[in-house]
């Protein structure tokens, strides 16, 4: 049976994305109060979302514990389909390097290396992630409130793919996002986390345990290559990461 104060956190939040009705916090008899806890509130919030699509993961440093939290399939769109989100407040975006699984990386006895993960991987993207907190400032509320609430995660645009072939390195890759036609960022080697390889390594042991592994199609974003950048719809956003082909689409 599941924790009455999980499915209490993620009900709220689920209201919250729904509604788009911002919240201050969660309830304190509700707020997760472990890693365990926010990741349950997550697993819970998946039952409402719908299948999983993907995976954020991120760590703020090369060697920094990742975490992660799971995109929705709903959430996870072309450039062609764009973005609608009706309304005009601003939203936050993060140009970012993703990868599409080849193959599945099921639970298994030992974990996953870095060059196991590197080698389930079928293409390479540029993506737009949409950041939309549940909170009305998210950077004042307890980190484990803002993992709960899927780390911000309002959805993800993902561009064309190049097949995987030589390594990613993101310490070398120049990412850019243009706002309706203005350059808003302009960064190089940005993605604090390092090693790619070793956050899907990462990702794939833990989803192991929450999902039994992640699955061939899904689509993994590795964290901001780009800064935040602020924009209020409607509005045409384009990021551009490296050789990698570039992502265009309306946020309306």
Not at 69 to 87: H, K, N, R, Y
Not at 218 to 226: E, K, L, M, Y
Request: aromatic share 4%.
């Amino acid at each position: 049976m599941i924790d009455p104060r999980i499915e209490q956190a993620a009900e709220i939040l689920g209201e919250a994305r729904g509604s788009r009705q911002k919240i201050a916090c969660l309830p304190q008899d509700c707020r997760p109060r472990s890693l365990e806890e926010a990741y349950a509130i997550q697993d819970a919030a998946c039952a409402r979302l719908g299948a999983v699509g993907g995976w954020k993961v991120g760590a703020k440093s090369p060697t920094g514990d990742p975490s992660c939290a799971p995109i929705a399939a709903d959430l996870i769109v072309t450039p062609e389909q764009g973005l609608a989100f009706g309304s005009h407040h601003p939203v936050e975006l993060e140009g970012e390097i993703a990868f599409v699984l080849a193959r599945d990386l099921p639970e298994r006895s030992s974990p996953y290396t870095a060059d196991e993960a590197a080698a389930a991987i079928a293409s390479v993207h540029t993506a737009i992630e949409v950041l939309d907190s549940r909170f009305i400032d998210r950077r004042s509320v307890d980190q484990l409130c803002v993992l709960a609430d899927m780390l911000s995660n309002a959805a993800l645009v993902v561009g064309k793919g190049q097949p995987a072939g030589r390594r990613v390195d993101s310490a070398v890759e120049r990412a850019q996002v243009f706002v309706s036609g203005e350059i808003a960022a302009d960064m190089v080697g940005a993605n604090p986390a390092g090693d790619l390889y070793r956050l899907l390594a990462w990702l794939a042991n833990h989803a192991a345990t929450r999902f039994g592994g992640l699955r061939a199609g899904q689509v993994v974003t590795t964290g901001t290559c780009s800064g935040v950048v602020s924009a209020s719809p409607p509005v045409r956003v384009l990021a551009r990461i490296g050789q990698f082909d570039e992502v265009a689409t309306w946020i309306r």
